[in-house]
DNA sequence: GACGACATACCGACTGGTTGGTATGTTTAG
DNA sequence: CTAAACATACCAACCAGTCGGTATGTCGTC
């Protein structure tokens, strides 16, 4: 989509017609406003992502659950090479631009980010299970820092126009992750 | 400042000047164009920054520099409390809109982050020399992370509207360091 | 199966307001 | 007197959104 390329606000309702081939009476047919595309946008991006990560890729069927989240990590890492719409999260750009305009588009992206985040502490919850972790850490907090790291590494990638630091960045993540699970108590 | 608050693009000149108290042709007598202001608030938020975070605190003054490190996330932490124009990166919100659109804006936005973070790794370096770090890890490197976390927490915190999982992102980034610096062999 | 009544999908010219930027005039300081 | 600092009025381009119109069903009724 052009407006995960170059934001919401940057991308005109022309644009977006001319790229999708359609007139602006179908567009306005079909959403009532700019702001109802956004949303809708951000639902379909939820179920995209939901099959990007966690049910297209081979690994995603490693049976144990530590070394899945790993591998998780490592194809988000992973997806940093190659170009900033390739590896960009489109919620996470959206409601840094809403975020103070419009509630509609902030609560929409919310949601598709609260989604990711609990679908993932799942299989975080799985592997506490199975190996115990540090300092009895919750799998909803350590799947926020995961996100959290992962959008502040997108930031970091299209400030320098390069995937290095943000890959660094992500490999901390790991070494964190790693080290909460060896030595864990199992409660 | 307005485009702190609102970002970017979604901030007109009309706005600015009329905040500011200044006339538009005042505006352009001073600013060639838009995006010269852009560069020009860049260039003004890294001396802030670096005031606000690593002159005027009391704890900069803290011996030790681990310790002053992690008072340092400590103070991050605390700014995620009240409003979002109080704790958002001005330069962070800016190249998520500008990298696509405009070079010059993504580079002055990579130049202050980049500042912040060689700054942050001196204190980081000084931590190492004394007290070894794991697995060879750089202070540079550890920076831009440091970096990543606050990014990635503040679009957590807007996205929520709150400030809880944020928080408790940072605080995972602090066990993190905590667990660098504890057992690291000197070198 | 023929007919009108109504609904849905769609088109593209148009509008009122906003945008970044300019042209031109006025004030102020050295 | 001059040049920089500022103000005012203005512009063309662009923006999201509207509106009258058309083409294509798809019902119910006789």
């Known amino acids: 989509m052009l407006v995960r390329k170059q934001g919401y606000a940057a991308t005109s309702v022309d644009e977006i017609c001319a790229a999708a081939g359609v007139s602006k009476g179908a567009f306005f047919h079909h ?8 949303v809708a946008a951000a639902e379909q991006w939820t179920v995209r992502a939901d099959e990007l ?29 190659g170009p900033p719409e390739g590896f960009t999260c489109f919620v996470g750009t959206m409601v840094q631009e809403s975020f103070a305009s419009s509630d509609t588009l902030r609560r929409a992206s919310d949601a598709s980010i609260s989604a990711y985040c609990e679908r993932l502490a799942v299989d ?3 592997a506490i299970a199975r190996y115990g972790i540090r300092d009895g850490v919750s799998a909803i907090s350590l799947s926020y820092h995961i996100q959290a790291v992962l959008q502040g ?4 990638a299209k400030a320098k126009n390069s995937p290095k630091e943000a890959r ?15 030595r864990g108590e199992t409660e």
């Open 124 to 126: 975080i919850e799985a």
């Open 153 to 156: 590494a997108f930031i970091i």
């Open 168 to 182: 660094d960045s992500v490999l901390h993540l790991k070494r964190y992750i790693k080290m909460l699970f060896e």
């Open 53 to 81: 990560i966690f049910t297209l890729p081979p690994w995603v069927r490693i049976e144990d659950p530590l070394e899945r989240l790993l591998a998780h990590i490592d194809f988000r890492m992973f997806m940093l090479e």
């Open 31 to 38: 959403f009532a406003s700019k702001e109802e595309l956004g």
